[in-house]
C-alpha cells in the first residue's frame, strides 16, 4: 500500500518541523526581527521547502515529483545557508541553530531516500 497523502510522507513531516523550528529561533532575535531583508530570505526557503513537497506530490507525474523534491534540496541548502549568515551576524549562536540543523540533516536524508524510491518507477 502506497502514500495517499503528503502529509503521510517523512520528508514533508520533517520539512514542516524544519520550518516550524526555524520560526521559533527567529522569534529569539531581536536583532534579525528587525532585518526585514534577512527575515524574508530565510522564511521563504524555509517555506518553499515544504511547499515544493507538496506541489511536486499533487502532480502526480513521478518526474515533475523527482523534479520538486530537487527544488526541495535547493530550499533547504538555502535555508541553512541563511542560518550560518545569522550566526555570521550575531543573530543566533550555533548551539541554538543546533535543533534545526539536525533536523535538516534528517530531512535532506529523507528527501534522498524518497529520490530514490521514486526513481525506481522511472
Not at 520550518?19 to 524555509?46: I, P
Not at 542560518?83 to 543546533?98: K, S
Request: glycine share 6%.
Amino acid at each position: 500500500m502506497g502514500v495517499r497523502t503528503v502529509e503521510e510522507l517523512i520528508a514533508w513531516q520533517l520539512a514542516g518541523e524544519f520550518r516550524d523550528c526555524v520560526y521559533a529561533l527567529f522569534n529569539t532575535s531581536r536583532e534579525a526581527k528587525r532585518d526585514y531583508k534577512f527575515r524574508d530570505q530565510l522564511f521563504d526557503s524555509s517555506a518553499k521547502l515544504v511547499g515544493n513537497i507538496s506541489e511536486g506530490f499533487h502532480r502526480n507525474r513521478t518526474r515533475e515529483f523527482l523534479l520538486f523534491l530537487g527544488y526541495a534540496r535547493a530550499s533547504l541548502a538555502e535555508a541553512q545557508d541563511w542560518l550560518r549568515d545569522g550566526i555570521a551576524r550575531g543573530y543566533f549562536t550555533q548551539e541554538a541553530c543546533g535543533p534545526a540543523f539536525l533536523l535538516a540533516k534528517r530531512c535532506a536524508q529523507a528527501i534522498l531516500k524518497l529520490i530514490k524510491s521514486l526513481k525506481r518507477f522511472l
